[in-house]
């Protein structure tokens, strides 16, 4: 069983430029969330999709953004980067609440110069 | 919102002692208690979970224990090998509604030395 796929696994961009991430859940799994994780701030959360909708959302500015599609893959897009976005962003897929347990990707680390 | 507090941010222990790391929540109604481990460079994984409905859970060398009352649960290793040395991460979440998100503590970088 395949495992919860983040893409791409590193990122170099700069000040002001945008950027999307990916991540493809576990194949039945139909919640996903994102997390940003920082040496400073540790795990915090960004947003929850489940069957195409947003279900919760996390204290990150208008600048941070996601979809799901319907094969409940999922993309964050962060516009008009700034220094402090530099982070590894998480995902993790769950079959149903995240109370089913959570499995992580890899995550994508991304830098902003 | 909810906030877990995570203590202590490091912990180092002798191989074979035991190690328990102490989390604290804020929100009552969280019902939902995961512990996660996290090796350099590697995602995290889930290890251990517990409900709100349970005291005490374990699984090997692992056990996770929740005090409703105090709004604490604690994560205890015991027989700790190298291998388990890693950074764990504690979690709540209430669940229901719009609530399926995860607040995560700070973490606890564990150490264990031969």
């Known amino acids: 069983k395949a495992g919860v796929t983040q893409t791409p696994r590193y990122l170099i961009k700069t000040r002001g430029q945008q950027v999307t991430l990916s991540c493809s859940p576990i194949s039945g799994h139909r919640s996903v969330s994102w997390y940003q994780q920082t040496p400073g701030q540790g795990l915090q959360f960004l947003f929850e999709?489940?069957?195409?909708?947003?279900?919760n959302k996390g204290n990150f500015p208008g600048r941070f953004s996601g979809r799901q599609f319907s094969n409940s893959r999922s993309e964050m897009n962060v516009s008009t980067l700034e220094l402090g976005d530099s982070a590894l962003y998480l995902c993790?897929?769950?079959?149903?609440?995240?109370?089913?347990?959570?499995?992580f990707g890899s995550g994508t680390r991304l830098t902003v110069v | 919102g909810e906030n877990v507090e995570q203590h202590p941010s490091t912990l180092s222990v002798q191989e074979g002692d035991s190690a328990v790391i102490k989390c604290t929540y804020s929100d009552s109604a969280s019902n939902y208690f995961p512990w996660y481990k996290q090796e350099l460079g590697k995602r995290p994984q889930l290890i251990i979970d517990i409900r709100s409905n349970v005291g005490e859970k374990k699984d090997q060398r692992i056990a996770v224990t929740l005090n409703k009352t105090a709004k604490h649960f604690s994560l205890h290793i015991t027989e700790t090998q190298p291998e388990d040395s890693a950074v764990y991460f504690c979690?709540?979440?209430?669940?229901?509604?719009?609530?399926?998100?995860?607040?995560f503590g700070k973490g606890t970088l564990l150490t264990v030395n031969p």
């Open positions: 979690a709540a979440s209430k669940g229901g509604g719009s609530n399926y998100k995860l607040t």
């Open positions: 993790a897929s769950s079959a149903k609440t995240g109370q089913d347990g959570y499995t």
């Open positions: 999709y489940f069957s195409e909708t947003q279900r």
